[in-house]
């Protein structure tokens, strides 16, 4: 959770300053989703469905649930029928939006170092990446990768401390379509985001 925690905090506090376009996308989002946590804290504490609906809203418009459930289901991803395709984004979207949130609940003032990003925006694929310092321990590298597409700049795939965040579920898509095959996994999905 704690990973999951610096994830969040990186995107909502990266720095502005010569930010190229899918800098500038999530330093935009960042500003939004902080200040709406410190105007309101104390309302998110006691109503979790409020910071649901702000991570919903706010932040996940910037992801391409599409390629991050593509990653995590890896080679199964073609035994993913059209009828069950949506289904399982919008199960996965879900989980991350419940984990998400929960991880921001936790905020609370870090110091970030921002890095170069990797890449080139004119290649359509780039790595924005940034360091959480943590008082009194090592900081944590947090990396976005993002492409550019139809709609703009996604991201769709995040690693922390060099764990891809998406491609961490895989073995657990994995064990669930060999045990139940693919609506097995629905169900699974189903289940976690009713807990």
């Not at 790595?127 to 900081?139: D, L, T």
Request: aromatic share 8%; net charge negative.
């Amino acid at each position: 959770m704690k990973k999951v925690f610096a994830f969040l905090l990186l995107l909502v506090m990266l720095p502005a300053q010569g930010a190229t376009a899918p800098e500038q996308l999530i330093r935009d989002t960042s500003d939004k989703v902080i200040a709406e946590i410190k105007a309101n804290s104390s309302g998110y504490q006691s109503n979790p469905e409020g910071i649901y609906k702000l991570v919903d809203e706010v932040v996940l418009p910037h992801f391409d649930f599409i390629a991050m459930t593509d990653l995590a289901l890896g080679r199964y991803k073609d035994e993913v029928d059209d009828q069950q395709k949506p289904t399982i984004v919008n199960e996965f979207r879900q989980l991350l939006v419940r984990t998400y949130s929960s991880a921001l609940l936790e905020y609370t003032d870090q110091r970030l170092v921002y890095l170069p990003m990797e890449g080139s925006e004119a290649d359509g694929q780039v790595v924005v990446r940034v360091e959480i310092e943590q008082p009194g321990g090592f900081p944590i590298p947090i990396s976005y990768s993002l492409r550019l597409g139809e709609d703009g700049w996604k991201v769709f795939d995040i690693s922390v401390d060099e764990v891809s965040l998406v491609t961490n579920y895989r073995s657990s898509f994995a064990r669930a379509i060999k045990k139940d095959g693919v609506d097995g996994l629905i169900k699974t999905l189903q289940d976690r985001n009713q807990e």
